[in-house]
């Protein structure tokens, strides 16, 4: 924490002095991997509001499975949540990291391959309605630059509370420069959202652009403490004028923006 405390006092440091010679943030922060070399893949299951609680069952008896399969040095099984507010409520999402797409076609050919994987497929597969998957790559340079490891070295801490994770998707506009602009917009002024942010509820957990899907989208990974909690962060934040100039950049380039708050189940890695 001291380190991280830190690293963003120096962003802001660094940002408030060209700030004050009325010059612009000029630090680059978009690259081409990730803070853990790969890329992460995002699945979006909606299940059937009768088959929920069974699906949901299924799932936890064979978590061990799912843990040991997706286990490897270069494969790691990161998260499952379901949606408590702002979306389909009979929706899971669940993520993954690989370091290359080699890795991820060997890892699913293994998968695909064990019998007690097949077993819970068969159990589960009546209940599903649709399934969708992303891949996004992390932005290496602003978790470093303020501490953060990344989502593959991520350790959710033990919490009491009913803990929350928040999923904000930014739809950006078309273009190749946009996503890099977006970056830079927000690498700016993150030290001085967070360095704002005392309540210790709200943690950064990653930030991924799509490389595969619907391109030009953004999403941060937060966890709270408690969706209660959140609006503690959200109104600290507010008065952090570097993040509101630099949300005031992102509006331009930006289609649409919605949130949602995942509640992460009782078998997944991340708590």
């Not at 699906?55 to 997706?70: D, M």
């Not at 929706?91 to 290359?100: G, I, P």
């Not at 399934?131 to 033990?158: C, H, R």
Request: hydrophobic share 35%; aromatic share 12%.
């Amino acid at each position: 924490a001291a380190g991280q405390g830190m690293s963003v006092a120096r962003s802001i440091a660094s940002c408030r002095a060209r700030s004050s010679l009325g010059l612009k943030c000029t630090k680059k922060f978009f690259s081409s991997g990730s803070a853990k070399k790969g890329f992460i893949e995002l699945r979006q299951y909606d299940i059937a509001p009768s088959g929920l609680k069974d699906y949901l069952h299924e799932t936890s008896q064979a978590s061990n499975v799912r843990k040991e399969l997706f286990a490897s040095s270069g494969s790691k099984w990161l998260g499952f949540f379901t949606t408590e507010i702002g979306g389909n409520l009979n929706r899971m999402f669940h993520m993954y990291w690989y370091q290359d797409y080699e890795t991820r076609d060997q890892i699913r050919a293994k998968v695909a391959s064990n019998d007690a994987w097949k077993a819970y497929l068969n159990k589960v597969k009546p209940f599903m309605i649709e399934q969708n998957n992303m891949v996004f790559l992390e932005a290496t340079d602003i978790l470093k630059d303020v501490g953060l490891k990344g989502a593959v070295d991520y350790e959710s801490p033990a919490s009491k509370s009913l803990v929350s994770y928040e999923l904000r998707r930014y739809q950006l506009k078309l273009g190749y420069h946009i996503v890099p602009q977006f970056l830079k917009s927000y690498g700016c002024g993150l030290p001085d959202k967070l360095n704002a942010d005392d309540s210790g509820a709200s943690t950064l957990v990653t930030l991924l652009y799509s490389d595969c899907g619907t391109l030009n989208t953004v999403l941060e990974l937060w966890r709270h403490e408690s969706i209660e909690r959140s609006q503690d962060s959200r109104k600290a934040s507010r008065n952090a004028e570097g993040w509101k100039k630099s949300i005031a950049e992102i509006a331009e380039i930006a289609n649409s923006f919605d949130n949602q708050f995942l509640r992460p189940t009782a078998f997944s890695p991340w708590k």
